[in-house]
């Protein structure tokens, strides 16, 4: 099985601290994305990747950067944390193009 | 900008009732549209998806309808169970865009028992 993996569940963070959410999938899939999910906003692209080193901005990408390193790993990036980050962000990975997306738990974080 | 419009927000059914939910979409370049399903504490899990090409797509109780003229799809569950019970996200992608997924803003379904 198809595993996407985030480093933390739940976050609670200082408002101007730099937080980093970490996302590892296990099946050699060239496509990663952040999302974040809110109550009657559905799912909002923050991020993707489609390969190593390369990233592409969603569709709300302010205050958020992202880091690919490696192909299995994703993290995204919030230089200054505010109280309107708080939410509930969902890692993706898939492989090819229009084809299924496999998504972590989620990290619920909470910035104070 | 919200390129998929789903609907309704939330949804109450009767065991053995039909669910439906319908999204809207804009952009003609879409070619791929999936459903996904989310349990609570959980994240998103395909359900079923269809593409462009054909009217209707069954995978046991749950169908997709499409209609490309009209830009819309839809989720029928037939025969709805409380298990059924989640929030439920209609999407969509097009080619070139490195997989990327736009999704609905998600539709909580409660089927009572």
């Known amino acids: 099985d198809v595993k996407v993996t985030q480093s933390s569940r739940y976050l609670v963070k200082r408002t101007g601290e730099k937080v980093f959410l970490e996302c590892v999938q296990d099946m050699d899939h060239e496509n990663m994305f952040w999302y974040r999910q809110d109550p009657g906003l559905g799912l909002r692209l923050i991020y993707f990747?489609?390969?190593?080193?390369?990233?592409e901005k969603g569709d709300i990408p302010e205050g958020y950067s992202v880091s690919r390193e490696k192909k299995e790993r994703f993290s995204l990036i919030l230089e200054s944390a505010s109280t309107n980050q708080t939410s509930m962000y969902l890692c993706a990975s898939s492989f090819g193009l229009n084809t299924e997306a496999f998504f972590g738990q989620g990290t619920r974080l909470t910035v104070v | 900008q919200q390129q998929v419009k789903q609907s309704p927000q939330s949804l109450i059914v009767q065991k053995g009732g039909i669910s439906i939910i319908n999204c809207a979409y804009e952009?003609?370049?879409?070619?791929?549209f999936p459903w996904y399903q989310q349990f609570p504490g959980k994240g998103p899990a395909l359900l079923i998806a269809?593409?462009?090409?054909?009217s209707e797509k069954k995978e046991g109780r749950f169908t997709i309808s499409f209609n490309k003229s009209a830009k819309q799809f839809s989720l029928h569950i037939m025969d709805s169970q409380p298990g059924d019970s989640a929030t439920y996200f209609c999407?969509?992608?097009?080619?070139?865009?490195?997989?990327?997924?736009?999704f609905g803003q998600g539709t909580e379904l409660s089927v009572k028992p």
């Open positions: 990747s489609y390969d190593v080193k390369m990233k």
């Open positions: 952009n003609t370049a879409f070619d791929y």
């Open positions: 269809i593409r462009p090409d054909v």
């Open positions: 999407a969509a992608s097009m080619k070139g865009q490195g997989g990327k997924l736009i």
